[in-house]
């Protein structure tokens, strides 16, 4: 039917020009400071004195940027391994074992990403201040309290991806795969992982 036909295109640009136009709203502001960051004074005015790199510049030759970028890289490695160690076997369990307890478990996941980022920050705090009085261990501020926190956030969000993934998982393929003599550890690894990796 024409009718439909026009319609379903007309949906489908209706969408498109939302989508680009998302995109580009959201893109302006990132343009907009990467282009202030290649002006030649410390404090941007319109017009600009002229473009330089050497902010740039001077952000690699400060060995306190270094430092905070190679210990961001750490924080944000360790806090990813981490949480995928224990998102995936949480997120599995879920999905395939139905036991006492496992909507708590799911609702506990669910959490962080419901309470506000400030309460969460000082609630971390106040644990870490609770945590170093009672067990005299540094944690405050050192690089182990910022894994823990990094991995309280990823946790929840790993877990949820996961969740997803293993919802469109077909079930079947990891059965025909034990079936033809492979055991659980390498269907989990060559058909299910493999399966939910793109989620």
């Known amino acids: 039917m024409p009718g439909a036909l026009g319609l379903r295109r007309l949906r489908r640009w209706t969408l498109n020009a939302v989508a680009v136009f998302g995109f580009v709203y959201l893109s302006i502001p990132l343009i907009f400071v990467t282009w202030l960051s290649f002006y030649q004074q410390a404090i941007p005015n319109y ?37 995928l160690l224990v998102a995936l076997p949480a997120a599995l369990a ?28 000082f ?17 405050l ?25 293993l919802a469109g998982f077909d079930r079947t393929l990891e059965e025909a795969a034990l079936n033809l ?4 550890f390498t269907a989990f690894r060559r058909i299910t992982v493999p399966s939910i990796l793109p989620g």
């Open 47 to 83: 017009p600009p004195e002229g473009y330089s790199v050497r902010w740039y510049s001077a952000a690699i030759e400060d060995e306190r940027f270094i430092d905070a970028f190679v210990t961001s890289l750490k924080v944000g490695v360790l806090a990813t391994l981490i949480g």
């Open 94 to 121: 879920i999905n395939r074992r139905k036991f006492t307890g496992s909507g708590a478990i799911n609702n506990l996941l669910l959490m962080p990403l419901i309470v506000p980022g400030i309460v969460l920050g």
């Open 123 to 139: 609630a971390l705090f106040v644990f870490q201040v609770q945590t170093e009085i009672k067990t005299g261990l540094p944690i």
């Open 141 to 165: 501020g050192s690089f182990s309290g910022l894994v823990f926190g990094h991995v309280l956030l990823v946790v929840p969000w790993a877990t949820r991806l996961i969740l997803a993934s």
């Open 181 to 184: 003599g492979a055991n659980r």
